[in-house]
């Protein structure tokens, strides 16, 4: 069987090497890799993360401004570093039941609202616990 190549050399005769639409998946991850890293891409991820959370960035810039930037539960600035060396930013929180959006939230409150299966009862036999104990 003849080899098939795209226009810069990727075999396409490999079983998966073409997405639904018939492109290059290698041009493609190369591609969608260089756009992410410029500001425009940036901007178009962010919109897409939040909006998955039910959240605008107008939205998440309003309720930032609102909390003073502090997470609403330990009402602390984001602080160490996140995802990909950048600093910490505040997590849009939405209800995984409803979907609508809550509060923005530091990481570590976050997983400790997830980890808590979201259930106000598990959070406030957490706090009995800790207040029994002295902390």
Request: proline share 4%; charged share 25%; net charge positive.
């Amino acid at each position: 069987m003849k080899k098939s190549l795209c226009k810069h050399g990727h075999d396409t005769t490999l079983v998966g090497s073409l997405d639904k639409y018939g492109a290059c998946k290698a041009c493609n991850a190369f591609r969608v890799a260089k756009y992410t890293v410029t500001t425009r891409g940036k901007e178009a991820k962010r919109k897409a993360d939040l909006k998955r959370r039910g959240w605008t960035p107008q939205m998440y810039d309003q309720t930032l401004s609102e909390q003073g930037g502090k997470c609403m539960i330990c009402r602390q600035p984001p602080t160490g570093i996140g995802t990909k060396g950048n600093p910490a930013v505040l997590a849009a929180d939405h209800s995984h039941t409803t979907g609508e959006p809550r509060a923005l939230l530091c990481a570590s409150c976050n997983v400790l609202i997830g980890h808590a299966k979201e259930s106000p009862e598990i959070c406030q036999a957490a706090a009995e616990y800790l207040r029994a104990w002295g902390e």
